[in-house]
Each structure stands twice: as structure tokens, then as C-alpha cells.
């Protein structure tokens, strides 16, 4: 069974620049979310889609960060415009979980962005 | 590859001997748990999970041990490998949060030939 699939891997932009991410999640998964992970930290959640409607948005910045999951499986995540603090690593994660009880999640490899 | 945490609490141990993972939880009212091994330059990897109605699960080679009167959770690794050498994260989650993931802060395991 694939996984979690991300891109791209490494992106490298200057502040004030805009970025988007990709994810694929695994087939089949209702539910999809997107993680800030800064460096020694354990991942923060950004938004959770459940098919292709937001459940939960209520950590993500949205005067510079949007996402969207237009037919209920991609998902794509931008940041317009960048921060130096947006530096992190962006990780896609996805789940079966349809809102009972155990709700085990697999992440993507993430994408690691650095702002100049 | 990228460096998952430069200043997290660090457990070296011996190849061979075994390992124990510590994580304190804050809500009261989680009732579901998971383990999560993070390889540098990789997302988080599921290793294994516990509910609130148990206190102990076991796993291949792994065992989670669950206290929720002092809302403690830990990681048993038997016999561990070079490729054990990662960071742990412990999730926490609970039907009053939407389930959503709450993660701990991370340890790094390293792993002496």
C-alpha cells in the first residue's frame, strides 16, 4: 500500500515570497491534516479536512496560510506571504478516522521549507 | 539529513539492552494514545497505539504501558538495534477535542554499537 505522499521534499524561499505544498494521502482516507513541525518540537496541526470540508482550522494563520482539498483527496497548503518564522517542516498526514474513537494517523515524509 | 531536534531530552543505551521512553500527558479525559518514531528526514511512523480501558499493550518488541491516575505513558523497546536510533513522540487524543493529536515534546534515542 503506497503512503503519504509530499511535495516538494526541500524549498528554499525568500520572506515575502509565496510557497505551496502537495500532499496525496493514502487511498482510501477520509481525512487529511497538515502539520507545522519546527525543529525539536513535536508536530503542531494546522487544519484537518474531513473529504473535502474543514473540520478543524482553528491553529492555522489564515491572514498567510490557506489550504484546500477541492475534490476530497489532494490537498494543496500555501503561505502568501512568508515569514521567517514559517521556517519548518510541513508534514501531510492522513487517517480512516470518521470521527469515533481511535484515530491513528500516517504521515508523509514533509517538506522542509526554509525563509531567507 | 535533516536534523529532527537538537535540544531534546536524549536516552543512550547499549545495543542489546533494553530501552524505556517516558511521556507525561496533560488531559485528563484522553482516552486514546500513540507512539509515533521519527527518523531524520522522515515524518513520524506509527508504532503503536493503546486506549484508555487498558494499561498495557504489547507489540513486537515494543510494549506501551499506560498510568492514567498519574497520566504517565511509556515506550518499552526489547533489545535494541542501531535502527532504533530515532525521536519518539507520544500523541495524546480525546473525544472532547475532537480527537485531534496533541503531541509531546520528543526524546532522542540513541543507540551505542
Known amino acids: 500500500e503506497a503512503g503519504v505522499a509530499q511535495s516538494p521534499r526541500y524549498k528554499i524561499i525568500e520572506k515575502r515570497q509565496s510557497v505551496a505544498f502537495w500532499c496525496n494521502p493514502i487511498s482510501g482516507h477520509a481525512t487529511l491534516y497538515w502539520y507545522q513541525q519546527i525543529l525539536g518540537q513535536g508536530p503542531k496541526l494546522l487544519i484537518q479536512f474531513q473529504n473535502n470540508g474543514v473540520v478543524d482550522d482553528s491553529q492555522l494563520p489564515k491572514d498567510r496560510f490557506s489550504a484546500e482539498r477541492l475534490k476530497g483527496v489532494d490537498s494543496t497548503l500555501k503561505i502568501q506571504p512568508a515569514k521567517l518564522e514559517d521556517s519548518a517542516v510541513y508534514l501531510c498526514a492522513s487517517s480512516f478516522y470518521t470521527g469515533q474513537g481511535r484515530n491513528t494517523q500516517y504521515f508523509g515524509p514533509g517538506t522542509r521549507l526554509t525563509v531567507l | 539529513g535533516e536534523s529532527v531536534g537538537l535540544h531534546l531530552p536524549t536516552l543512550s543505551v547499549q545495543e542489546g539492552d533494553n530501552s524505556i521512553i517516558n511521556c507525561a500527558y496533560s488531559?485528563?479525559?484522553?482516552?486514546?494514545f500513540i507512539w509515533y518514531k521519527q527518523e531524520s528526514g522522515k515524518g513520524p511512523q506509527f508504532i503503536i497505539d493503546?486506549?484508555?480501558?487498558?494499561d498495557k499493550r504489547q507489540g513486537q518488541r515494543v510494549t506501551v504501558l499506560l498510568n492514567k491516575t498519574v497520566k504517565h505513558l511509556s515506550l518499552q523497546i526489547a533489545a535494541t538495534q542501531p535502527g532504533d536510533s530515532a525521536v519518539y513522540f507520544c500523541?495524546?487524543?480525546?473525544?472532547?477535542?475532537?480527537?485531534?493529536?496533541?503531541f509531546g515534546s520528543g526524546t532522542r534515542l540513541l543507540v551505542r554499537p
Open positions: 500523541a495524546e487524543t480525546a473525544m472532547d477535542s475532537s480527537y485531534k493529536l496533541i
Open positions: 488531559n485528563s479525559a484522553s482516552d486514546y
Open positions: 493503546i486506549r484508555s480501558n487498558m
